[in-house]
């Protein structure tokens, strides 16, 4: 191919940067602190601190100290740099000293009383073993009240996975406690919802906000679905979410998993119908044998700032590209009608080959979203995984770059039951789920917890540095990262703007920092020469709408950039991002010269070889020929466009009309530039008199003679052409066009140097 490609100064670009790029934040995580006290597992945690005093954060977890699942409580007085755990005591449990109890749930109202919802089940398992519980503490933390049942006595169902919150909008159902979860009979599940207006003494009945699916297609008897989450808006509307199937109504029993949603307006008396938010994975499994669920997690943003109303969602997925899960994210305006593409919260370099799973997530009181999650990119090869942290400061449209928060990987091979060590069997290919030997109880749990009180961020996690599945903690002030670059991508090819000079293009980033009190710095530097630094009040920088504007005449080449946030106080500033690259393409190809056949060029060959030369450029060329009989090129059936050519010739595959035909070749460049070449011509004429070849102006079987000769001269050089009676005569050397080759064939036969000539065919 005769092409020239760019590759080879991308690599010079790459070397020119020196040493590997990051993504991650190089900010060091938090102190890392351990709530639980016991050698035996614990996992599955939540979090939230006293909104009226933030030195109380009272978290609750999965506790495996007497042999099975109890539920351990924490609390700290010192803002969690210290902790006092223990179990909800048997006394308080529903069914006793027999009972276990599993997923723990915990909310706060804006008065600081704190709710918990455990499950309480017997381990003899079916109908009637497992009841939900809730446990109030009006004194933060000290003392707490329950247990509160709503559904009580326990019927024919199994409940799973109630998880709870709280309306802290001032509105009118402010303090109301609601709760969505799993209902299992013998049969399919179903999305059970209840709440209680008395701070979770009583309930209300419960409804089903989730009924048994059905189609015409898949039958009856299909599980509604699991993991509901209820949020409430900033106007007290209750939001229902969960992961379920979709089914197809259609002749073919077609089903999908799609998070779904329906919405109260009434504080949870009445919903509206069910609607579906997005289609998901729905299970997954980590290496280490962690199981993954697209469950949908968030909060709404109750701020009153600029992103009031705003609802959010994370949830672990593999996307459309494949690979392994991330931790994506998507976003509502208009109260959970209408939701937003979804955005990418890892921002690893080749997240397809890591998992990044179980995201939790809360807006604080100024609406920035904080989400954690966990994520295997420090150590890929032993699948060991971290704590992460990603905030957005601009209502979800962006999000920072990520922020460690675990300061050691935990390893899934530690995450298993005491006392058995039989290690976890780890598979070849990472995309299939792990051996796992027996036991493997735990896991790590489904879910995590983060709480924020305006700047002051505290999360819990399982952790593995100590051999097994422990709790711990960090807390720390809100940060401020490095910008997380987004545009143009890392590599990326860019036509220039040209007008007054060659313009570079519009740079962006994320929003780094509080919106009314961010600003940042960019500096860029041509491979070439060249360097400047500017700065932006906002998370994009346009060349000439800049603060100082930006030169308007730039070379052709690769440049570096990079961003750092700083606060309109002056007073602390971020770490400067990775570098990222971009070439800058001001020019457009070369024009391409058509080579053959010549122009006027009479062919008797019905799929002639098209041949022009090469349009040189820095970057890779694409060709389009042009074919028509039209010389304007109108579209439609006169015209042909033969695409994408990658080489400088095409061979015509089917017959041409017997026709004048024109010409021409546009070649593009890999970020759009075209230059076009001239336009050529040629006739398609097989018409044969069956004379001898040589024999042009009448066909007569003789021999060729001097008004052959004096014919075929002035066809080939007046203008116009005057008629030849027989082409395929006057195309004595078969080439397909009539050209001086032709006319010196003919001389040497009237000359005798040729005896004989090719007959016609």
Known sequence: MRRFCYWSL????????????????????????????????????????CPTDSNIIIANWRDFRTGYRQIGVGRSTDGGQTWVDSLIPPTMQYFGFSA??????????????????????????????????????????????????????????????????????????DGNLYCAWARFYDGPNRIMFVRSTDGGVTFDDSVTVGPVQSSASCGTGWDAGQFAIPIVGA?????????????????????STQIKHRISDDGGLLFGPEMLVTEVTGYMSAAGAINIYSMPVGDADISGGPHHGNLYLAFADIGPEGGLSDVDFIRSTDGGLTWSNRIQINDDEQANLNWQFHPWMIVNEDGVIICVFYDERFDVNNYNFDLLAAYSFDGGKTFTSNHRISSVSSSPNNAKEIPNNEPVVQPTDRTQPALVMSPQAGKIGEYIGVTAYYDKINAVWTDTRDGNQEVYTANWQMPMLEPRLQSPVNGALVKASVGLGVLPPKLEWSTSWKENDDRYQIEWTGLAGGSGTWT??????????????????????????????????????SAWSEYWMFYLDATPPAQPSLLSPSNGATLSDRTPLLDWSIAMDNLAVTYDMYLSTDPAFAAGPATTVYTALTDTQYQIATDLALSPYYWKVTATDAVGWTSSSTVGSFVVDTSCCSGSTGNVNDGVIE?????????????????????????????????????????????????????????CP
């Open 10 to 49: 991308l690599l010079v670009a790459v070397a020119a940067v020196g040493g590997s790029a990051w993504s991650t934040s190089q900010l060091p995580p938090p102190a890392n602190i351990r709530v639980t006290t016991i050698p035996q597992l614990n996992n599955e945690e939540q979090v939230f601190i």
């Open 100 to 173: 276990w109890q599993s997923d723990p749930t915990m909310a706060v109202d804006r008065l600081g009383n704190f709710y918990m919802s455990v499950l309480d089940f017997l381990s003899a398992g079916g109908p009637g073993s497992s009841v939900i519980s809730f446990y109030r503490s009006l004194d933060k933390g000290v003392s707490w009240e329950g247990p509160y049942v709503p559904d009580a006595p326990p019927g024919s169902s199994f409940e799973d996975k109630q998880f709870i919150t709280v309306d802290r909008t001032g509105g009118p159902y």
């Open 235 to 255: 106007d007290g509307a209750v939001h229902v979410f969960w992961m379920g199937t979709s089914l197809d109504s259609g002749i073919a029993c077609a089903t």
């Open 536 to 573: 932006s009040t906002t998370n994009s920088f346009t060349a000439w709408a800049g603060d100082p504007p930006m030169p308007m005449v730039y070379a052709e080449g690769w440049y570096l950039w990079r961003v750092r946030t700083l606060n309109t106080a002056g007073t602390d500033s």
């Open 703 to 759: 021999q060729p003679d001097l008004s052959d000769l004096s014919l075929l001269i002035s066809y080939l050089i007046q203008t116009p052409r005057p008629a030849l009676p027989c082409l395929a005569e006057a195309n004595i050397d078969a080439t397909g066009s009539i050209d001086l080759t032709d006319l010196s064939m003919l001389i040497s036969r009237l000359t005798g140097v040729l005896l004989t000539l090719p007959n």
